[in-house]
């Protein structure tokens, strides 16, 4: 299986603070990249996938990018309703996530 | 509107066998690809499966790391995929989801609410 390393763990904001999120293969995924957010309890939700196109209905203040092996998630200006556990997955190959990045309030 | 809805889930012994159902409604799975996907307490996220439409093939795939223990399969005329769970361990204990493929790419748009597997003595 493709292993996804996704940085870091844990990340401490602010409301209106911008904050980045990585994820690193060790080969090729092309853009074969999609990310989701999960709050507690809820099922995930689709924010992004080919790396870069945001989903409809996903504000625009979420990005991504990359290809190959290092993909990122960006989001400007965190909002309230933000502070979530974020990952990435690869589906490329049989689908792999990233271990997840817990973003909280600091 | 595209929903999902998973059920079987609950208590079992170690050892023991359990069946998921997952109901799709709104699309058929013939037509769109699916993933079970898992989530053990305080976890991640694991893909424990997946089932191709019938335009790619139909192909089914496990995770390697079940070793044959979990069978996906399908009643087209119901529109159920399940999820046949074998020689069930305790850290299989998790929420199981079902999702729906976007296309032919086995991310997911649309997923159930999950259906809770526990697996203790």
């Known amino acids: 299986d493709v292993q996804m390393t996704q940085s870091p763990s844990t990340l401490s904001a602010s409301v209106g603070d911008s904050v980045t999120i990585t994820c690193r293969a060790r080969?090729?995924?092309?853009?074969?990249v999609a990310w989701y957010q999960q709050k507690p309890g809820e099922a995930p939700k689709l924010l992004l996938s080919?790396?870069?196109t945001l989903e409809g209905g996903v504000p625009s203040r979420f990005s991504g990018s990359g290809s190959g092996t290092q993909f990122t998630l960006s989001i400007n200006s965190l909002q309230p309703e933000d502070f979530a556990t974020y990952y990435c997955?690869?589906?490329?190959?049989?689908?792999?996530f990233g271990a997840g990045t817990k973003v909280h309030i600091k | 509107e595209v929903q999902m809805v998973e059920s079987g889930g609950g208590l079992v012994q170690p050892g023991q066998s359990l069946r998921l159902s997952c109901i799709g409604s709104?699309?058929?799975?013939?037509?769109?690809?699916m993933n079970w996907i898992r989530q053990a307490p305080g976890k991640g996220l694991e893909c424990v499966g997946f089932?191709?439409?019938?335009?790619?093939?139909?192909?089914?795939e496990h995770a390697a790391s079940l070793r044959g223990r979990f069978t996906i399969s399908k009643d087209a005329s119901k529109n159920i995929v399940y999820l046949q769970m074998n020689s069930l361990q305790i850290d299989d204990t998790a929420v199981y989801y079902c999702?729906?493929?976007?296309?032919?790419?086995?991310?997911?748009?649309?997923w159930g609410l999950g259906t809770l597997v526990t697996v203790s003595s």
């Open positions: 999702t729906q493929w976007v296309g032919a790419s086995s991310f997911s748009r649309h």
């Open positions: 709104g699309f058929s799975f013939s037509d769109y690809g």
């Open positions: 089932m191709k439409s019938e335009p790619y093939g139909g192909t089914i």
């Open positions: 080969q090729s995924l092309r853009d074969w």
């Open positions: 080919t790396a870069s």
């Open positions: 997955q690869q589906y490329m190959y049989f689908p792999t």
